[in-house]
């Protein structure tokens, strides 16, 4: 079974759009795990635009599926981790202006940072992870790298899925199956949602988890608004 990592972020910028501590973020991640999610990912970056490091503090107490922190592995980023020890820590190679992640390492070109890194969270108990594009070359790199496991940055396969190009999936199945016979386990994440997920977890081999923050957030918001205003007519009456 695939398990269902949800991505909190979007909730922190919902906070920090109007100040004070609504939705609450630590709540919020208490209730994802009560409706059946299976871990808590959370991306803070250096300019603390939605999750913020105190977040990542005020998590750990109360995620007790798995906790994911994915981001750059700067050196606040570094000691942010080692202090909270979440389940598993992702790479990414965000630039620090990024809107979003846009790509994966290249995981030959940083084999040597990316093995000092990847060695000082293992050496603290801490799972590893990291964000690669679906490109074989890049899988063996990551092997090389002493990671755990890879997770597949999934934004080309989710707009090519929404042209109506299924073929995009291909590349995605190879590189997990490299990756499993290297030994190496299996993520996923970025733009998957309800309308690709099915066709996703049905193709790709020995997929451990996908992470989904922006879409499960927006979906949530669509699929629940009208349950919401009636409970506010209701009220009115």
Do not use: C
């Not at 959370?42 to 798995?66: F, G, N, W």
């Not at 995981?107 to 590893?128: A, C, M, S, W, Y």
């Not at 999934?154 to 707009?159: D, G, L, M, S, Y």
């Not at 949530?220 to 205003?229: D, R």
């Amino acid at each position: 079974m695939t398990k269902l990592s949800v991505n909190i972020n979007k909730i922190a910028t919902l906070r920090n759009s109007r100040g004070g501590d609504v939705p609450n973020v630590v709540q919020f991640a208490k209730d994802v795990q009560r409706f059946g999610a299976e871990g808590v990912t959370i991306h803070p970056r250096p300019d603390e635009r939605h999750i913020r490091y105190q977040d990542a503090r005020d998590l750990k107490s109360e995620v007790y599926t798995e906790y994911n922190i994915e981001g750059n592995p700067i050196d606040s980023f570094v000691n942010l981790v080692l202090e909270v020890k979440p389940t598993q820590v992702t790479l990414v190679p965000d630039a620090v202006d990024a809107i979003t992640s846009d790509a994966g390492w290249d995981t030959i070109k940083h084999k040597t940072f990316l093995v000092d890194v990847i060695k000082e969270f293992q050496n603290n108990g801490i799972r590893t992870s990291i964000f690669v594009d679906p490109v074989l070359e890049q899988i063996e790199g990551a092997k090389a790298t002493g990671t755990d496991r890879i997770e597949l940055y999934t934004e080309r396969f989710a707009h090519e899925y929404g042209l109506g190009n299924t073929n995009a999936i291909k590349s995605y199945v190879k590189s997990a199956q490299l990756a499993h016979d290297l030994g190496l386990g299996v993520n996923a994440g970025h733009d998957l949602s309800l309308d690709n997920i099915k066709f996703f977890k049905e193709n790709i081999p020995n997929l451990l988890e996908v992470s989904i923050g922006h879409a499960l957030i927006a979906e949530s918001l669509y699929l629940g608004v009208e349950n919401v205003i009636q409970m506010y007519l209701r009220k009115l009456k």
